[in-house]
Structures are given as structure tokens and as C-alpha cells.
């Protein structure tokens, strides 16, 4: 499966932005899609979650309340709506898929290109 996201940009600290994660190639709707983010100098970190029929959602404890991950698997889409943003958000986000839904970077087998989100104080 190939993921695209987008949607990142420039917001400042207490806006908001809608990352978006398009598919193609495989059944989209028979994987689990997770959203992952690497800042500068730091480990890649998970963010959010979903399964395959958007019935289970899992959320770092530094995003929830403020983010929310959803699909579309009519559009082949997975979204991230990001509220509330600070600072410590600025990463490039990732959107991954795999069969199993998961928390860790390495058990997603594809990987979107990443798309850099900035937040100024």
C-alpha cells in the first residue's frame, strides 16, 4: 500500500490543522493506520491509532484530549484533526498501515513521506 499525507504547515500555539493520509494499491480498509511524528534530534514517537474499521482508536497521553484520529475507507483516507496545538508538537508527521493495529514505529510495514508541522509560540 502507498500512503501520501499532508497537511502540515505553519500554525500558531492554541490553532489547529487536519493532516490527511491518502491510499492506494491494497485494500485500505483491511489496515490498521497509525500516525507517528519525529522532532529534531529525537526518537520517532507514536501519536494515534486506528483499526481497520475505525472501531478502536488508541492516542498518546500528550495528545489526547486535543487530537483525533479518524478514516474514511470510502476515500481512502485516514485524518488527523490536531487542536489545541503547542509548541512541543512541531515534528514531521507520519502516516503508517499495517494489518495489526499498533503503538510502535517498527510493527507498521508501510510508511507515508511525512509531512512537517510547525507550531509558534
Known amino acids: 500500500v502507498q500512503l501520501q499525507a499532508s497537511g502540515g504547515g505553519l500554525v500558531q500555539a492554541g490553532g489547529f490543522l487536519r493532516l490527511s493520509c491518502a491510499a492506494s494499491?491494497?485494500?485500505?480498509?483491511?489496515?490498521?493506520m497509525g500516525w507517528f511524528r519525529q522532532a529534531p534530534g529525537k526518537e520517532r514517537e507514536f501519536v494515534a491509532a486506528?483499526?481497520?474499521?475505525?472501531?478502536?482508536?488508541y492516542y498518546a497521553d500528550s495528545v489526547k484530549g486535543r487530537f483525533t484520529i479518524s478514516r474514511d475507507n470510502a476515500k481512502n483516507t485516514v485524518y488527523l484533526q490536531m487542536n489545541s496545538l503547542k509548541p512541543e508538537d512541531t515534528a514531521v508527521y507520519y502516516c503508517?498501515?499495517?494489518?495489526?493495529?499498533?503503538?510502535?514505529?517498527?510493527?507498521?510495514?508501510?510508511w507515508g513521506q511525512g509531512t512537517q508541522v510547525t507550531v509558534s509560540s
Open positions: 503508517a498501515a499495517d494489518l495489526s493495529i499498533a503503538t510502535i514505529h517498527y510493527e507498521y510495514d508501510y
Open positions: 486506528i483499526s481497520w474499521s475505525g472501531g478502536s482508536t
Open positions: 494499491g491494497r485494500t485500505f480498509s483491511s489496515y490498521a
